[in-house]
């Protein structure tokens, strides 16, 4: 579980985040949705621990990410949204460096890799440099990497781009199997259809300040019955856009 409370993040006189809160729940996916630029990778930085908060406090599994860092850090598994890393490795070789970080015992990592490779469709050219991998290959291994070591909480930051349909397909089978565990599943996205299909709760962020968290049939329900997730997040921004700018009158 991802607990965030009274999270900001401020760079000069700029706030990026707002006072936002919100928890990720054990046993669902939780979509984090904006448009680019919204607060959201910003806010997984924090999560993750990559940047510290201005104020609030965030835990995972009750862990706080300040006070007891490396703890915490054992508790999750992260996918950035930029998977050009460790491009001198090959896939193999990252994999278990991975493992090796997060203290995974050597059995069990053959029939891991074996297993996500193969639903990826790269177990074949695991023995390579990163560096020769495409785009969507190089995001297959960080995913792979960040679950080897079968965390509680999976932190993914717009997990999708660059993948193929057949692999967006197995990822998102993964996260509903791993929220079926009950652990639970945080990702990041701008595709609303996405979220619409493959979310339990979802958390609306524009311009850094929480607009709603909860799940897709409350939203509805304050909604047309029929409107789309993309009708009722056009709804929401558009209402606060207005209420900003009469505000400012």
């Excluded at 985040?17 to 910003?42: L, Q």
């Excluded at 193969?118 to 290959?137: A, E, P, T």
Aim: aromatic residues 10%.
């Amino acid at each position: 579980m991802i607990c965030v409370q009274n999270f900001t993040k401020r760079y000069g006189d700029h706030d990026a985040v707002k006072n936002i809160s919100f928890t990720a729940k054990d046993g669902a996916i939780t979509g984090f949705i904006g448009h680019n630029g919204a607060g959201k990778s910003t806010t997984i930085k924090a999560i993750t621990g990559v940047t510290a908060p201005t104020q609030g406090t965030i835990t995972i599994n009750g862990i706080d990410i300040e006070k007891n860092p490396l703890e915490a850090k054992y508790q999750f598994g992260y996918v950035s949204d930029n998977p050009d890393h460790f491009l001198r490795l090959s896939g193999v070789e990252y994999l278990n460096f991975m493992a090796d970080v997060y203290d995974t015992p050597m059995e069990g990592r053959a029939e891991f890799i074996e297993t996500y490779g193969k639903r990826f469709g790269i177990f074949d050219s695991l023995g390579n440099r990163i560096l020769s991998f495409s785009h969507g290959m190089r995001q297959k291994v960080m995913i792979m990497g960040a679950l080897i070591h079968d965390p509680s909480v999976w932190i993914l930051d717009e997990p999708l781009t660059g993948l193929d349909p057949q692999s967006a397909f197995e990822l998102k089978q993964m996260m509903r199997e791993h929220a079926e565990k009950g652990k639970s599943v945080f990702f990041s996205t701008h595709v609303l259809e996405v979220a619409e299909k493959l979310c339990d709760e979802i958390c609306i962020i524009r311009k850094g300040e929480l607009l709603y968290t909860g799940t897709l049939e409350d939203l509805k329900a304050t909604h047309k019955s029929q409107a789309s997730l993309e009708n009722i997040f056009l709804e929401l921004t558009d209402t606060q856009e207005k209420e900003n700018y009469e505000n400012e009158l």
